[in-house]
């Protein structure tokens, strides 16, 4: 059992929610919902549960990958981590990541040549931001970004003739990812105000966004997605403000923290914004998962 939870530790089963929640999303954000009680609704739910496991993969691999290319570090910063502190073996945390990698896009390959060709884009991309990206002061946040912004994609990809109608949604989790990038700099050492304010700055302008969405696309009905809007604010400005204050490490973890976990709540609003409060509230049930698991594994 206890190996088990190390490799689990590897994968960040919290954060794996939250790439569930973009598929989730991405699925409401094109119209496909009402298609899960249509005609032929076995093809659609076959295709949501296709692509939550194929994003399961993914985000596993990429962030186990991502412990084995820091494992050096680790060994002086994070000893405590699975793979320095000896719990996994290097060799088998390589063997662990690249079947999750390659598991989660053979199952995204089931639903079409497309959605299998997202799934590589993010694997590539993963391995990209672990072996070199994050180390980039511009690209890293991009390249992180980019990557959470395809698993959008892929979510959309279940009905991807509405695609071209919507693509420009998947710029709000880009910007979204590359500001909690920015922030998470400051973890080890602290003192990193300017990408702290940069962070914030982007988390205003994706707030507006989202409610300009809303309005666009719902009209009068887009107070349905205002409560959403609402928990994700709580969420992630009071600790965010707080490590703008102290530059602390601990504050900064938090903030990263809560920045990560919230992202099930902004797919919640997205999603809402789209396809009505139903679909959002289907999504947000994922949070008490997501914040439990976080009280066992990292996050950050």
Same mark, same amino acid.
């Given at each position: 059992?206890?190996?088990?939870?190390?490799?689990?530790?590897?994968?960040?089963?919290?954060?794996?929610?939250?790439?569930?929640?973009?598929?989730?999303?991405?699925?409401?954000?094109?119209?496909?919902?009402?298609?899960?009680?249509?005609?032929?609704?076995?093809?659609?739910?076959?295709?949501?549960?296709?692509?939550?496991?194929?994003?399961?993969?993914?985000?596993?691999?990429?962030?186990?990958?991502?412990?084995?290319?820091?494992?050096?570090?680790?060994?002086?910063?994070?000893?405590?981590?699975?793979?320095?502190?000896?719990?996994?073996?290097?060799?088998?945390?390589?063997?662990?990541?690249?079947?999750?990698?390659?598991? @989660?896009?053979?199952?995204? !390959?089931?639903?079409?040549?497309? #959605?299998?060709? $997202?799934?590589?884009?993010? =694997? +590539?991309?993963? %391995?990209?931001?672990?072996?070199?990206?994050?180390?980039?002061?511009?690209?890293?946040?991009?390249?992180?970004?980019?990557?959470?912004?395809?698993?959008?994609?892929?979510?959309?990809?279940?009905?991807?003739?509405?695609?071209?109608?919507?693509?420009?949604?998947?710029?709000?989790?880009?910007?979204?990812?590359?500001?909690?990038?920015?922030?998470?700099?400051?973890?080890?050492? @602290?003192?990193?105000?300017? !990408?702290?304010?940069?962070?914030? #700055?982007?988390? $205003?302008?994706?707030?507006? =966004? +989202?409610?300009? %969405?809303?309005?666009?696309?719902?009209?009068?009905?887009?107070?349905?997605?205002?409560?959403?809007?609402?928990?994700?604010?709580?969420?992630?400005?009071?600790?965010?403000?707080?490590?703008?204050?102290?530059?602390?490490?601990?504050?900064?973890?938090?903030?990263?923290?809560?920045?990560?976990?919230?992202?099930?709540?902004?797919?919640?609003?997205?999603?809402?914004?789209?396809? @009505?409060?139903?679909?959002?509230?289907?999504?947000?049930?994922?949070?008490?998962?997501?914040?439990?698991?976080?009280?066992?594994?990292?996050?950050?």
């Amino acid at each position: 059992m206890s190996k088990l939870l190390a490799f689990l530790k590897l994968a960040r089963p919290a954060n794996v929610v939250t790439a569930v929640a973009d598929i989730w999303a991405g699925f409401a954000i094109v119209g496909a919902v009402p298609l899960l009680f249509g005609d032929k609704p076995g093809e659609y739910w076959d295709a949501l549960l296709w692509l939550s496991l194929s994003t399961i993969g993914l985000y596993g691999g990429g962030v186990a990958f991502n412990d084995i290319f820091d494992a050096e570090l680790d060994a002086k910063e994070r000893p405590e981590r699975p793979i320095p502190s000896g719990q996994v073996k290097l060799l088998w945390a390589v063997v662990f990541a690249s079947v999750l990698l390659i598991g @989660g896009i053979v199952c995204a !390959a089931q639903v079409s040549v497309w #959605s299998g060709q $997202l799934a590589v884009f993010i =694997a +590539v991309f993963a %391995l990209i931001y672990d072996a070199w990206g994050k180390h980039q002061a511009i690209f890293g946040p991009i390249n992180m970004g980019a990557c959470r912004s395809a698993n959008l994609l892929l979510g959309m990809s279940a009905y991807h003739y509405q695609i071209g109608e919507v693509w420009y949604v998947a710029l709000i989790p880009l910007t979204y990812i590359a500001a909690i990038t920015m922030i998470s700099r400051g973890e080890v050492h @602290g003192k990193n105000k300017k !990408a702290l304010l940069g962070g914030f #700055s982007i988390y $205003l302008v994706i707030t507006a =966004a +989202v409610v300009v %969405l809303a309005i666009a696309h719902r009209g009068i009905m887009a107070w349905e997605a205002l409560p959403f809007l609402l928990i994700f604010c709580i969420m992630v400005y009071p600790p965010l403000l707080r490590a703008i204050k102290d530059q602390q490490p601990a504050f900064i973890g938090k903030a990263v923290k809560a920045g990560v976990i919230a992202l099930i709540v902004l797919n919640a609003t997205m999603a809402s914004a789209f396809a @009505g409060i139903w679909p959002g509230i289907a999504i947000i049930s994922l949070l008490p998962l997501s914040l439990w698991l976080a009280k066992i594994f990292a996050v950050t």
